[in-house]
């Protein structure tokens, strides 16, 4: 114990003697997570749309006026002309394109049918599927309201199907509250796996390496030495982003047990900075380990579930994201704290994290060449 006493105090004043890198562990992780879930939303609105109304009827102007009432859409360009519209586009000023013909109301009103034409810009497939989707949807709600009221001349009550929908564990569709707790696990183990990676690294740079290796030091005291700083930075880092951001600004108060969460964030750590040292065993210089830490954390990061539901990927990329130490932590934070599950739900998790902590520490210890 005296042994790994002395080898915890050398690396925090190593670590805190580096005026640069603590700004980097503390602070950056804090701007991030109040600015990244302003940003990341996956709903859709202010969709630029250009119309070209050749009919310029009360009609088109109702439909036009139910276009942008909606929220999801903002007139960037009414005018008689498609190509006039299509330089929209061209210049990225707009998304999609509503030709309305003329003759819109009297073949509606005489025929009871009128085609529209959509053209939208898919170079962003996401937002041109939805775009096109909710555009669709509209013309589809504008046409129920006026079919029975302009064939008729009266409006007609016809049979309908109400629903009910409940929105449990998210109520107000708050799409922070999916997105705060995930991207404080990407944080965490960004900043854990990146300092890890590099902190044997450092040594072999600048020859410390060498002391440390002809002394009668255990290679399992070493790494535990390694490891226990950055797990207890690890634990730090999580709690300012838990507390001080998701918390305090965000107003996510969690419905499981703080302590079951924080139970699976310290076999977490482990298991991270337990890859992290073995990434440093294996490079050389800083720049390798810089290299390699951000080839796996880019894979951890989009196989993870943050980003793309894990059940909408190939079968091929379902089986990295089970071998992905990140997607099993962005599972239990969103079940613990949104959905206030226990131990019973997430056992599996700790089981799988238990692995990947023995294997990757395990590997780590066996893959360090310590000679004497």
């Not at 991030?32 to 302003?38: D, H, N, R």
């Not at 409940?166 to 995930?182: D, E, G, R, S, T």
């Not at 190939?314 to 599950?341: C, D």
Request: hydrophobic share 50%.
């Amino acid at each position: 114990m005296r042994v790994l006493k002395y080898l915890l105090v050398k690396e925090f004043k190593q670590i805190f003697r580096n005026k640069a890198l603590l700004p980097v562990i503390f602070v950056m992780p804090v701007i991030q997570l109040l600015i990244m879930p302003l940003a990341a939303d996956y709903e859709i609105k202010n969709i630029n749309i250009s119309v070209v109304d050749h009919d310029r009827s009360p009609y088109s102007r109702a439909l036009i006026s139910k276009i942008t009432a909606s929220g999801y859409f903002k007139l960037a360009d009414y005018s008689n002309s498609f190509k006039e519209a299509f330089t929209q586009i061209e210049r990225d000023q707009s998304d999609l394109i509503l030709e309305i013909p003329r003759g819109f109301e009297s073949n509606l009103t005489r025929e009871g049918r009128q085609k529209l034409f959509i053209a939208v810009n898919a170079i962003n497939g996401t937002k041109a599927g939805l775009g096109g989707n909710y555009l669709s949807a509209i013309i589809a709600s504008f046409n129920k309201d006026i079919i029975t009221l302009y064939q008729t001349g009266k409006p007609i009550k016809q049979p309908s199907i109400q629903a009910t929908v409940i929105n449990w564990f998210n109520p107000y569709l708050n799409y922070q509250f999916f997105m705060v707790p995930a991207i404080l696990v990407i944080l965490v183990t960004m900043v854990g796996a990146y300092m890890c990676a590099l902190n044997i690294v450092k040594e072999k740079e600048v020859g410390t390496i060498e002391q440390i290796n002809v002394t009668p030091i255990k290679k399992h005291h070493y790494i535990l030495g390694k490891l226990i700083p950055f797990w207890i930075i690890g634990m730090v880092v999580f709690t300012i982003g838990f507390f001080g951001i998701s918390w305090l600004v965000y107003g996510i108060i969690p419905l499981g047990s703080l302590a079951l969460l924080y139970s699976y964030l310290a076999l977490y750590l482990v298991a991270l900075l337990g890859f992290g040292l073995l990434l440093s065993t294996y490079a050389e210089t800083q720049q390798q380990a810089m290299s390699l830490a951000f080839f796996f954390m880019l894979i951890f990061i989009l196989m993870s579930g943050l980003f793309t539901p894990i059940e909408s990927m190939p079968a091929w990329a379902k089986v990295i994201a089970a071998f992905n130490p990140v997607t099993y932590f962005v599972e239990v934070m969103r079940m613990v704290v949104l959905k206030g599950s226990g131990l019973v739900n997430i056992q599996y998790h700790f089981l799988v994290m238990g692995l990947f902590a023995i294997v990757f520490n395990t590997w780590a210890i066996l893959s360090y060449q310590k000679t004497s």
